[in-house]
């Protein structure tokens, strides 16, 4: 079987050709439609947005940078000129209970002037109160009012004392109050000596008249609270016959401004009845007009409780509300009740009512961040309840804890019609799905957004207009079709593939920005080529400190790494350090070793802890391929040992077991391996090539380490053969594979890729393992044979 042939130059990295792309400047391409990239997604949120079913609310499933955001904006932006008019929200003090302030629903735009109004009135009312209860007629009416009642008071102890003369008693007036005292001749008290110097009879007979006198007294003065009662009652329906004429006239100014409004009516009946009823109350607050720490208590009667708490207003013009919610806690989202210190107590009322998130957004759409909602206490849960009801509810988060110590009102829940959009990961949308029952009731639609698309002309061509799109949102100036080439050519190295283009519009547009300051540091009217090549420079030159120090760590020598030479049982892998846009990738020497044993492969990784499950399952599987290779025919006699050598951290992932694989397959045969090459991969229980990720990295990082020690046009790097479609690789390399001084290998076997690493066919490469495995089978054999000495 000859051995694989090296890739050609064009096969490690696919070009954008910008003639191809048919515009000069990007300012020539209309913008792009979200459902261009997107069609999928965009399809599922307009079905959403159009159903009005209960729990068709929406989940958008997208990676971090992939335009979701922007995506759910543009498409809800022109979704709120359409469908019914938000309404607005007003909360106003409910007479009937006052702990539980009534909402009133108003046609959108109508709130703020019915606001205006009722403060016009409530301004109006203070002085018209005020008018009316100091008016020269309520003031005679009320001292008439008040003589006529202390006359009948007078007439009363009158007549009592006229009656205790004609008994012999008179009634007089102590300091201690009233008293019955026996009379002389002359009306005059007697004193004590006076009366114990009457005869006996006389004594008794004036002793029980005051008794009487006294029982009758009390029954006259248990009337008079009664009569000031009386009083009090005639004071108020004189105030509420004063008031009257003058509050109807303000109130009928009101009515024929809302006269289309009937809760509006309705209210201002109440208001009305409420003024008549409580006027003389009122008249006392009136004297506190402008002291807001004292008129916005809710146990007091105040003309402040005719106001008006516009909780929600939205434009005249009918444009449904699109609310952003970027941090939705409980009272984020349901709103809360502010307090003020009263005397050591909190207290509220209805005029400090908040409204939250679901409220502003009520009749519209509200977007939410899943994973910053469902990381907020109680916040996840309270936006449940709220869509399960289809009504908000104002919950604090103190009373929900069992925290709650103060004065505190219950609003009238406000009915919901809205969509909710929650945009997250797939990993929360699945992991919701599984274990929480409600959701998928809740949010019936999910619109999955791609990572990536396929590489064809017409999606070139879209990706075009979205650079162009993307340049006109920012301000950015017009990019030149060789500019627009280059970013195509970054988004496939973005996907890792150079048949897919990255639907991750975030680092995309991020590179735009950054060529575009190059182009205005150069004075250009354009963003060119040379421009991206600039900022794409620059970007590495800001990441590359870790690369560096891996690198250098290997030139001094800290990190044994061989690129030239051969060695038994000793292979180059290739290693990603993942840090975002730093990520990168290094050479680390993997070796094997054997001796006698019962056919185990001891991953050292793994018994100390520092391997992750995958890589364990990719070596039990080369343990596997080796058994089924060469291990049918007799048991494996050997122990091998596998190692990461020089490795001080977690090791995860399969992709190194082919490198494992061809170095176990080394030291068994006491095959040489090249020391120039590097290998990445994954294997089956068969010997197949499995791809794997990073490979362009994985390649550039073993060439960088070449290229710093000095290309010799004996090294490369092998490859899965299912990954040649991911390679976009550096124009370094490839310029370096152009002039034969490095080479990229795609393997579809083990045995393709240990026949490159050793020279040897694969026949001659089963002889070598199958002596090597005979040798290692005798000496166990011996050993167990051996006498003891």
């Not at 999910?446 to 340049?471: F, G, K, M, P, Q």
């Not at 790494?561 to 290094?586: I, K, R, W, Y």
Request: proline share 5%; with cysteine; aromatic share 6%.
């Amino acid at each position: 079987m000859p051995l694989p042939t090296a890739l050609p130059p064009e096969a490690l990295y696919v070009t954008c050709i910008p003639d191809d792309l048919g515009f000069v400047t990007s300012d020539e391409l209309a913008d792009l439609p979200p459902g261009q990239i997107q069609q999928r997604a965009v399809e599922a949120l307009h079905m959403g947005l159009d159903m009005h079913h209960p729990g068709y609310n929406l989940f958008v499933l997208g990676e971090p940078g992939s335009g979701r955001h922007a995506i759910v904006r543009q498409l809800l932006e022109e979704e709120r000129h359409e469908g019914t008019m938000p309404a607005d929200w007003c909360y106003v003090f409910d007479f009937s209970a006052p702990e539980h302030p009534r909402l009133l629903r108003l046609p959108c735009g109508r709130g703020a002037g019915f606001r205006d109004a009722m403060q016009h009135f409530v301004e109006e009312l203070i002085p018209a109160i005020a008018a009316v209860f100091e008016s020269d007629d309520y003031r005679r009416r009320l001292e008439a009012m008040q003589d006529e009642e202390k006359q009948q008071e007078e007439a009363a102890l009158q007549a009592l004392a006229q009656e205790a003369l004609g008994q012999g008693v008179v009634l007089v007036r102590t300091p201690g109050g009233f008293a019955f005292v026996p009379m002389k001749d002359d009306e005059s008290p007697m004193n004590p000596e006076e009366f114990s110097a009457l005869p006996e009879e006389r004594q008794q007979t004036l002793q029980s008249h005051t008794r009487s006198l006294r029982e009758r007294f009390h029954e006259t003065m248990n009337d008079f609270p009664r009569m000031r009662r009386c009083l009090q009652q005639r004071i108020r329906e004189a105030g509420r016959e004063a008031l009257q004429v003058t509050v109807t006239h303000l109130v009928a100014d009101l009515r024929k401004r809302f006269d289309d409004l009937p809760v509006v009516q309705t209210y201002l009946d109440g208001v009305l009845q409420d003024i008549l009823d409580s006027g003389e109350s009122l008249r006392e607050s009136t004297h506190s007009e402008g002291d807001t720490e004292t008129t916005t208590y809710s146990g007091m009667i105040t003309v402040q409780r005719y106001l008006v708490n516009l909780l929600v207003e939205n434009p005249a013009d009918g444009q449904r509300p699109v609310v952003w919610e970027d941090h939705p806690t409980l009272q984020n989202l349901v709103g809360h009740i502010e307090h003020m210190v009263h005397m050591g107590t909190l207290m509220s009322n209805f005029t400090l009512i908040r409204a939250g998130a679901l409220q502003r957004a009520n009749g519209g759409f509200l977007v939410l961040d899943a994973l910053k909602v469902l990381s907020q206490p109680y916040a996840w849960e309270g936006l449940k309840r709220s869509l399960t009801a289809a009504a908000v509810r104002i919950e604090s988060l103190s009373d929900l804890l069992g925290l709650g110590s103060t004065v505190q009102i219950e609003p009238e829940a406000m009915p919901l019609t809205l969509k909710v959009v929650l945009i997250g990961e797939r990993l929360i949308y699945y992991l919701l799905s599984q274990h929480d029952p409600d959701f998928p009731a809740l949010f019936r639609i999910n619109a999955d957004l791609e990572s990536e698309i396929v590489r064809s002309a017409e999606n070139t061509s879209a990706y075009a207009r979205l650079i162009a799109t993307l340049a006109r949102r920012d301000g950015l100036r017009p990019f030149t079709a060789a500019a627009v080439a280059r970013i195509i050519e970054h988004s496939a190295r973005l996907a890792e593939d150079g048949e897919r283009l990255s639907a991750r519009t975030q680092p995309v547009n991020d590179l735009m920005r950054e060529a575009d300051h190059f182009a205005a540091r150069a004075d250009a009217l354009h963003v060119g080529r040379g421009h991206v090549e600039e900022a794409l420079a620059a970007r590495r030159r800001r990441n590359e400190h870790f690369r560096r120090h891996a690198l250098d760590a290997i030139l001094r020598g800290q990190l044994l790494v061989a690129c030239t030479g051969s060695h038994v049982g000793q292979v180059n892998g290739l290693a990603v350090v993942p840090l975002g846009e730093a990520t990168f990738a290094h050479p680390v020497r993997i070796t094997a070793t054997v001796r006698p044993g019962d056919g185990e492969v001891l991953d050292v990784e793994r018994e100390v802890k520092m391997g992750g499950p995958i890589h364990s399952k990719g070596v039990l599987i080369l343990t596997a391929f080796l058994g089924h290779r060469h291990g049918r025919s007799q048991p494996l006699s050997l122990r091998a040992s596998l190692v990461f050598e020089q490795s001080y951290g977690g090791i995860e992932g399969d992709s190194a077991s082919l490198a494992e694989l061809t170095a176990l397959l080394s030291a068994i045969g006491g095959l040489p391996i090249r020391q120039g090459l590097a290998v990445t991969g994954s294997v089956n229980q068969f010997g197949m090539v499995q791809p794997v990720g990073g490979i362009n990295d994985k390649v550039e990082g073993f060439f960088a380490l070449c290229q710093a020690r000095g290309l010799d046009g004996e090294q490369g790097v092998l490859i899965p053969a299912p990954s040649r479609h991911q390679l976009m690789l550096s124009e370094e390399v490839v310029a370096a594979v152009r002039a034969g001084r490095f080479h990229v290998w795609a393997v579809a076997t083990v045995d393709e890729a240990l026949s490159l690493l050793t020279g040897q066919t694969p026949a001659g490469l089963d002889a070598r393992v199958k002596t090597g495995l005979e040798a290692l089978d005798a000496a166990q054999r011996s050993f167990a044979h051996r006498k003891p000495s």
